[in-house]
Nanobody
Framework: QVQLAESGGGLVQAGGSLRLSCVASGSIVSINTMAWYRQAPGKQRESVATIMSGGSTNYPDSVKGRFTISRDNAKNMVYLQMNSLKPQDTAVYYC?????????????????WGQGTQVTVSS
């Protein structure tokens, strides 16, 4: 089992910034993909940033240039720096990870989600 714990959400005015953090814990061998998703009320969950173990990143057009994802592989952490926030960025933000865990028998692949952290941007 791999647990993800997010922190850093809150209330901010439009144009402001927030930094989200997420730490993964468990018998982790490696984490290939780490990402941030968000889900606004009445909408589907959507990806906002992805980072691979080698450092390559991907963003949708809606956040490109405003959000920056980074990771610390040694600490199994991923971060999301959000600048120039807009009211439409309001959502619950979820951390996601996929990789390999160690078990008594053999390693196996995992995917895991955090519980989510609320981000609210006021106009």
């Amino acid at each position: 089992q791999v647990q993800l714990a997010e922190s850093g959400g809150g209330l901010v005015q439009a144009g402001g910034s927030l930094r989200l953090s997420c730490v993964a814990s468990g018998s982790i061998v490696s984490i290939n993909t780490m990402a941030w998703y968000r889900q606004a009320p009445g909408k589907q969950r959507e990806s906002v940033a992805t980072i691979m173990s080698g450092g390559s990143t991907n963003y949708p057009d809606s956040v490109k240039g405003r959000f920056t994802i980074s990771r610390d592989n040694a600490k199994n952490m991923v971060y999301l720096q959000m600048n120039s926030l807009k009211p439409q960025d309001t959502a619950v933000y979820y951390c996601y990870a996929a990789g390999v865990v160690r078990t008594p028998l053999r390693p196996y692949a995992f995917t895991s989600w955090g519980q989510g952290t609320q981000v609210t941007v006021s106009s």
